[in-house]
């Protein structure tokens, strides 16, 4: 994921200097130099590289997979399970971040920032009326789809605003919402009140493509502003651009497409003064990128050490022992 690996072979060596790092370019049209390094490869650091059957058996002797990321829906689970690879992914390096990027992406549509700067730079209009007037955010309810670490931060911004928080999340136990003093709704009742709409569910199977056609049409009685700061495979983008063109939803801010390299010329969602394109940078900041190169190695570490109960945190199926 990043550029510059120097700090995580750093810390992956601290302790261990006969340690062998290498640092492998994935190239999924010519896995041969990968693959026979891998071969060698007793753990491997990942984020996006699919991590499937025909990847481990091209590795005898890999015993961890540590995912340097909170997201782990890029590894077959059950596959590395049969395989005796262990997989552990980092829960939690950047929820602050992204909390602050939603808002921001909240703050910029609310506040029509995009448009009033593009009416500026390309019509020279000093006008403050020249856009319709927006509510202010303590009149508006913000509709949260996924209330873990990051949908939790993210509600309580919106407290500090004075806005009314509501929720969507069919895995928390209502004791945590109940405490948190944020109402857990059925997804219809979320659409059909919210002025914003902000997802943060992880990706799983059963909800890519989860915003489809059905669900920006229930939004349509309060045109929201739809917020996409999780996985772009959630979103129909075809149904997404067909609510924009209807007026279904007051806008976007989506740091996630449905392709992590999309082809952006000519892109339906460029050049719209209601949407905010950004290319999944939430989680960027100084001390994520810290966080997780660090973590990521730390898991390693403490794997190999045997201090298993260090590890954050395993993801996977319990291994069968093979012999």
């Given at each position: 994921?990043?550029?510059?690996?120097?700090?995580?072979?750093?810390?992956?060596k601290?302790?261990?200097?006969?340690?062998?790092?290498?640092?492998?370019?994935?190239?999924p049209?010519?896995?041969?130099?990968?693959n026979?390094?891998?071969?060698?490869?007793?753990?491997?650091i990942?984020a996006?590289?699919?991590?499937?059957?025909?990847?481990?058996?091209?590795?005898?002797?890999?015993?961890?997979?540590?995912v340097n990321?909170?997201?782990?829906?890029?590894?077959?689970?059950?596959?590395?399970s049969a395989?005796?690879?262990?997989?552990?992914?980092?829960?939690?390096?950047?929820s602050d971040?992204?909390?602050?990027?939603?808002?921001?992406l909240?703050?910029?549509?609310?506040?029509?920032?995009k448009?009033?700067?593009?009416?500026?730079?390309?019509?020279?209009v000093?006008k403050?009326?020249?856009?319709?007037?927006?509510?202010?955010l303590?009149?508006?309810t913000?509709?949260?789809?996924g209330?873990?670490?990051?949908?939790?931060?993210?509600?309580?911004?919106?407290?500090?605003?004075?806005?009314?928080?509501?929720?969507?999340?069919?895995?928390?136990?209502?004791?945590?919402?109940?405490?948190?003093?944020?109402?857990l709704?059925?997804?219809?009742?979320?659409?059909?009140?919210?002025?914003?709409?902000?997802?943060?569910?992880?990706?799983?199977?059963?909800?890519?493509?989860?915003?489809?056609?059905?669900?920006?049409?229930?939004?349509s009685?309060?045109?929201?502003?739809?917020?996409n700061?999780a996985r772009?495979?959630?979103v129909?983008?075809?149904?997404l651009?067909?609510?924009?063109d209807?007026g279904?939803i007051?806008?976007?801010?989506?740091?996630?497409?449905?392709?992590?390299?999309?082809?952006?010329?000519?892109?339906?969602?460029?050049n719209r003064?209601?949407?905010i394109?950004?290319?999944h940078?939430?989680f960027?900041?100084?001390?994520?990128?810290?966080?997780?190169?660090?973590?990521?190695?730390?898991?390693?570490?403490?794997f190999?050490?045997g201090?298993?109960?260090?590890?954050?945190?395993?993801?996977?199926?319990?291994?069968?022992?093979l012999?």
């Amino acid at each position: 994921m990043m550029a510059d690996h120097s700090y995580e072979i750093k810390l992956l060596k601290q302790q261990h200097p006969q340690w062998i790092v290498k640092v492998l370019v994935y190239d999924p049209n010519d896995l041969t130099e990968f693959n026979h390094e891998l071969a060698d490869a007793d753990a491997l650091i990942t984020a996006f590289i699919p991590i499937d059957t025909m990847l481990l058996a091209e590795a005898p002797y890999l015993k961890l997979i540590s995912v340097n990321a909170m997201g782990f829906n890029n590894v077959d689970l059950k596959a590395a399970s049969a395989y005796g690879v262990r997989v552990c992914a980092i829960s939690d390096y950047c929820s602050d971040d992204v909390a602050e990027f939603t808002f921001s992406l909240i703050l910029s549509l609310t506040k029509q920032l995009k448009a009033y700067d593009e009416l500026l730079h390309t019509k020279h209009v000093w006008k403050y009326n020249s856009l319709p007037p927006q509510k202010r955010l303590a009149k508006q309810t913000l509709g949260i789809l996924g209330l873990g670490k990051i949908g939790q931060k993210v509600a309580h911004i919106a407290k500090a605003f004075g806005m009314q928080v509501l929720a969507y999340d069919p895995f928390l136990p209502q004791e945590v919402a109940a405490k948190l003093r944020i109402p857990l709704i059925s997804v219809n009742q979320l659409y059909q009140r919210s002025d914003i709409i902000t997802n943060h569910m992880r990706l799983t199977k059963d909800n890519r493509s989860f915003f489809d056609k059905s669900a920006f049409e229930k939004m349509s009685a309060r045109r929201p502003t739809f917020i996409n700061v999780a996985r772009g495979e959630s979103v129909n983008e075809e149904a997404l651009l067909d609510a924009l063109d209807k007026g279904l939803i007051k806008g976007a801010g989506l740091d996630v497409l449905s392709s992590e390299k999309p082809d952006l010329e000519g892109h339906p969602l460029l050049n719209r003064p209601n949407v905010i394109l950004t290319p999944h940078a939430a989680f960027y900041s100084v001390d994520s990128v810290t966080d997780l190169q660090r973590i990521s190695c730390q898991n390693v570490v403490r794997f190999f050490e045997g201090e298993h109960d260090m590890v954050s945190h395993f993801v996977d199926e319990q291994p069968k022992i093979l012999i």
